[in-house]
């Protein structure tokens, strides 16, 4: 029984045979809707949802300017709804997935909750500690690491983000 759990823990601990790229285009496409709840109140789009079992258990977006608060992040937000709901600390068993690469602060709370999956869409060259800046998700030197994968559905996310920037940028100009 224990060897099960470890054979299975490590055929998982590889990513790709948790979920199917079906499901976690289905799991993104989650995400990008709740991108979309923060673009409707002009906050920049970027969703988040937590699975366990297969099932979406909470969610998040950005709304940094509506709350003026900095912590808050879809990651953080989602995160939090996911440790009240199932009342614990530990994600052990829940993957994240997030429109965008997660920043720094984000990363140190999907380590800190011991996410094992993370999936994003678009990188984020400015801010991403999920492997373009660095990597904190997989950074041996933690006692924690979850497996990142990049890129689902990398065209959506990305256009999500860049429509905001030049929908904001054409109305500046008719403002002047
Ligand atoms: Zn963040």
Redesign the pocket.
């Known amino acids: 029984m224990v060897n099960c759990e470890r054979i299975v823990k490590i055929i998982c601990r590889r990513g790709e045979f948790v979920y199917t790229q079906e499901e976690k285009e289905n799991f993104m496409r989650k995400a990008l809707k709740e991108a979309k709840k923060a673009k409707a109140i002009d906050e920049v789009p970027i969703g988040a949802v937590i699975v366990k079992d297969g099932e979406v258990i909470a969610r998040g977006y950005n709304q940094r300017e509506t709350t003026n608060r900095a912590i808050t ?4 937000l989602a995160i939090d709804e996911a440790n009240r709901l199932i009342n614990n600390w530990r994600l052990e068993e829940c993957a994240l997935f997030v429109t965008v690469e ?6 140190g709370a999907i380590v800190l909750s011991r996410i094992p999956y993370v999936y994003y869409g678009a990188s984020d060259y400015k ?1 991403g500690t999920a492997g373009t800046l660095m990597n904190l998700l997989e950074e041996p030197q933690f006692n924690h690491q979850s497996h990142v994968e990049a890129g689902i559905l990398k065209e959506e996310c990305s256009e999500m983000l860049s429509s905001f920037f030049r929908e904001l940028r054409e109305r500046r100009k008719h403002h002047k």
């Open positions: 992040h879809a990651e953080i997660p920043c720094v602060m984000c990363s801010g």
